[in-house]
């Protein structure tokens, strides 16, 4: 860190140069990041998408639908409007609802584009289709790339919306900690930097990785907040060094000191946004990917730009004062000394509250977000409501089985154990229709479809039915569940029949399997990456602090507050409070705010247990120490606390729910780990454990 200051002070004007050069070019790249987004990150490289895409180029079925929505249309029209789209290129098949009684219900009817495998660019073939169905009234387009398209552009006008709402705010928290105009806004301006700059970043990488349309809302989410608060911290510290020597030596003091703390906040963060990578779901490496970014960028600018803009303004960095802040209190010291004299009682009264909280956890009901992740004011979703309402769309839980024979399908022991699979899947009482080449051609037995076969007079269906079903040496089938496709009670039968023997090699595809692979790749995961978090956290404070208790009491106090706060979302959400309406959380908020949060948290723990440390260490019993650092560290904590939470919380006014729960979800648990854990349990704690919050093995006591 002695280095670094000392290059950072000796190559200002260099840095910043370098800094504004990399900002114009990320900011071109930047501004192409939408467009580069596609899905919604839920993908699992397993038997549902190879399925998926084995049925797609060796049967023609569609590997995605879009549905074309028609309102008091007559034949004539739909007819004409069709054959308009069908110039689109990429369109494999269009099915059209004319002659089809299935299809067409009380003046409402719809056709369906289908599309293969090679097609990947639904964006622009979505905004082709609505461009040609421009001035057609009575007409509308969903499904699932039509829903991925409109929450992306969704995630842009929330991103606007929750920075229009967080920055003026973090603004003023800002105003309030350093009392000038100037001190305010640099934060601001290294976190724009930041957050810009890795999507830059991101722009580029999209070319390599798969990128989620989520990742529009996580990543400023996550870097603005971690931006500010890092700026915050070094500011703060320098305004300190500032009143004892000159701009330069303390912008270098601020290096060596905050500059620690800065590095060991961000790979706490870090080692949260890695431990996601073993969860083998696309979004989670979108997140781990894109948040590494930023936080790692955040770093890199907290240390290197912000320092050189302070060595270049000097005292204007105090310029338009509006008040003076005092550093320390009596406020603060009044409030230290009441929570050192009652320990017990305000331990008691923090663990009454977070259990409480904690009480809905037993009902959290989590679930893969699909259309009900679009908010009901877009078209595509009061489209597709429609369809489900009129036809049920998306009711019916429908599963695929592709089985390989050896040898084919077309002999008595290949059509033996085709009619064997089937009969075994009408045993379930769970399935209610199997759709087969038997149950299409209208023949229960083996022996009467050979006959027909065999018969001249035999009607030339069969053969397409054969072939509709059969190829060489793979046939398909599938069969519908009496059950929700999110459902458990479909994921467990999905589950269990994949580990049967039916005699040949054979796969599952549809929502079930979909549901129940995601599902089962973060619950055989989750254990690993809170095992990374954990361990590596306790061993990085446990070198930090040489102490055994300081550690293990961060990791319970931070378990206990993320269980406080999946309580109060499940409270908000899943039971509908504030203006709400019931639903479910989204599966991947916990494992996110988790990650995310056991990380930001050692921020703060890390901040205030320093000073105690370091006052400790300075001849300081323990309650005295414990007092003089809550009382030095709490304003900077609460400060840093409250940037995260408006920074993040302000997504709460967004409308895609997913991001609208992580918002939220991080500023709730923000707000208990600063309060309720920080300014409360944690003294109150080293209060209670006097020494032996120091001891550690194999080291002489002092």
């Known amino acids: 860190m002695h280095a670094l200051s000392i290059f950072v002070t000796k190559n200002a004007k260099s840095i910043i140069a370098i800094w504004v050069v990399f900002f114009a070019v990320m900011a071109f790249f930047a501004i192409q990041l939408p467009t580069k987004l596609q899905g919604d ?91 040609i169905l421009t001035n057609e009234v009575g007409v509308a387009i969903t499904g699932e790339p039509v829903i991925n398209e409109d929450i992306n552009v969704a995630s842009q006008k929330d991103l606007m919306q929750a920075e229009a709402i967080g ?29 810009i700059s ?45 009143e004892q020597t000159s701009v330069e030596e303390a912008v270098k003091t601020s290096i060596r000191t905050a500059g620690r703390s800065i590095i060991f906040s961000a790979v706490c963060v870090m080692i949260g946004l890695g431990a996601m990578v073993v969860i083998e779901v696309e979004i989670f490496q979108n997140i781990a990917l894109g948040g590494t970014i930023v936080v790692f960028l955040a770093v890199v600018s907290g240390l290197t730009l912000l320092p050189s803009a302070i060595l270049l303004l000097g005292d204007r960095l105090n310029k338009w004062r509006l008040f003076r802040v005092r550093r320390v209190t009596t406020r603060w010291q009044r409030f230290a000394s009441f929570v050192m004299k009652r320990p ?62 050896e040898g084919g399908w077309e002999d008595a022991d290949g059509l033996e154990k085709m009619m064997a699979i089937q009969q075994h899947l009408e045993q379930y009482p769970l399935v209610t229709k199997v759709n087969s080449m038997f149950t299409s051609a209208q023949i229960d037995s083996v022996n009467k479809w050979q006959a027909a076969m065999t018969n001249p007079e035999s009607p030339a269906y069969l053969q397409t039915v054969r072939d509709y ?31 049967e023997d039916l005699g040949v090699t054979f796969g ?39 102490s055994i208790l300081i550690p293990l009491k961060a990791i319970i106090m931070n378990i206990i507050g993320l269980g406080a706060t999946f309580g109060i979302l499940v409270y908000i959400f899943q039971f509908g409070h504030f203006g709400l309406e019931p639903g479910t959380i989204v599966l991947i908020i916990p494992v996110i705010t988790f990650c995310l949060v056991f990380g930001l948290s ?97 080291r002489k006591k002092r």
């Open 198 to 242: 890795a999507f830059g970043v991101l722009t580029l990488l999209s070319e390599t990785f798969n990128l989620s349309i989520f990742v529009l809302n996580i990543v400023p989410m996550l870097g603005l907040a971690l931006s500010i608060d890092f700026a915050l911290l070094y500011i703060n510290r320098y305004r300190e060094e500032r």
């Open 41 to 131: 990150g839920f993908f699992v490289e397993d038997d549902h998408i190879r399925i998926t895409e084995e049925l797609s180029e060796t049967f023609g079925l569609p590997a995605k639908t879009i549905f074309v929505l028609f309102e008091n249309k007559s034949d004539e029209e739909i007819k004409d409007i069709l054959t308009t789209i069908e110039k689109v290129e990429e369109i494999s098949s269009i099915t059209s609802p004319i002659g089809i009684d299935a299809l067409s219900k009380d003046g409402i009817s719809y056709a369906m584009l289908d599309f293969d495998n090679t097609v990947n660019n639904y964006p622009a073939i979505v905004d082709e289709i609505r461009t």
């Open 344 to 405: 017990i009682i305000i331990i008691f009264v923090a663990f009454i509250l977070l259990g409480i909280a904690m009480i809905p956890i037993k009902d959290m009901k989590l679930t893969i977000p699909s259309t009900d992740a679009l908010p009901t004011s877009y078209e595509a979703r009061q489209t597709y409501d429609k369809l489900a309402a009129t036809f049920g769309l998306g009711e019916e839980a429908v599963v695929f089985l592709l089985a390989e024979r």
């Open 469 to 499: 079903f059969v190829q060489d040496e793979q046939m398909y089938l599938t069969f519908s569940l009496d059950a929700d496709g999110a459902s458990s009670e479909a994921q467990a039968f999905v589950r269990e029949l994949k580990d």
């Open 508 to 546: 599952l595809s549809g929502r079930p399997k979909f549901n129940q692979e995601i599902f089962d790749e973060i619950a055989s995961k989750i254990v690993v990456a809170l095992a990374i978090i954990v361990t590596t956290t306790f061993i990085i404070l446990m070198i930090a602090f040489r």
């Open 602 to 698: 050692m921020d703060y723990e890390v901040f205030l247990i320093s000073r105690i440390q370091e006052e400790y260490q300075n001849g300081s019993n323990n309650t005295k120490a414990t007092i003089d650092g809550l009382v030095s560290t709490s304003k900077i904590i609460t400060s840093a606390a409250l940037i995260m939470i408006v920074i993040t919380g302000a997504f709460a006014f967004t409308d895609v729910i997913p991001v609208k729960q992580i918002g939220v979800g991080i500023a709730i648990a923000v707000a208990i780990d600063a309060t309720i854990i920080r300014l409360l349990l944690v003294p109150s704690l080293m209060r209670l454990f006097g020494d032996w919050n120091w001891w550690l093995p194999f």
């Open 167 to 195: 920055v003026p705010i973090a603004m003023i928290v800002l105003l309030l900690a350093f009392g000038t105009v100037v001190s305010a806004l640099l934060p601001i301006i290294i976190g724009g930097a930041t957050v």
